[in-house]
């Protein structure tokens, strides 16, 4: 199955919801799909993220060292086989997994982060029942 861009409703969708950044990448990380503009993940902060992921553990080493995204060091305050949470001040980062793409979004400190994340949530959802 090839990947198809957003359309401007799902963009709006996502973008439109508090969340200010966006990027998605495969599930493995290893293939940037999209991204807003300015908004990078780097090689690096992407390893930790996979590390996240593949970490077994009941508690997860990211819950005590946190993670980086965008140059940013957030806290992590969800860590699960499906999604990443992360706070930095007022601001955060959401991170889901489906089981072929990733989705790694920032939300500013006027958003809630409750709305924020049922949206990007929905958006994987969305991707899971599309075959994402």
Avoid: C
């Avoid at 199955?1 to 401007?8: A, C, K, R």
């Avoid at 089981?99 to 969305?126: C, I, R, W």
């Amino acid at each position: 199955m090839s990947w198809q861009p957003l359309d401007d409703q799902e963009r709006r969708q996502l973008l439109g919801s508090g969340l200010d950044k966006a990027a998605i990448f495969d599930a493995d990380g290893k293939s940037p799909w999209a991204s807003s503009p300015g908004f990078t993940v780097t090689p690096s902060e992407i390893k930790e993220i996979i590390e996240a992921y593949n970490d077994k553990a009941d508690v997860k080493a990211v819950q005590s060292t946190g993670l980086h995204v965008g140059g940013q060091k957030y806290v992590v305050l969800k860590a699960d086989e499906r999604s990443l949470y992360g706070r930095s001040g007022k601001e955060g980062i959401l991170i889901v997994r489906t089981d072929k793409a990733l989705l790694v979004t920032h939300y500013g400190e006027s958003t809630q982060p409750g709305a924020a994340a049922n949206t990007v949530e929905q958006m994987a959802d969305y991707l899971k029942s599309v075959g994402y």
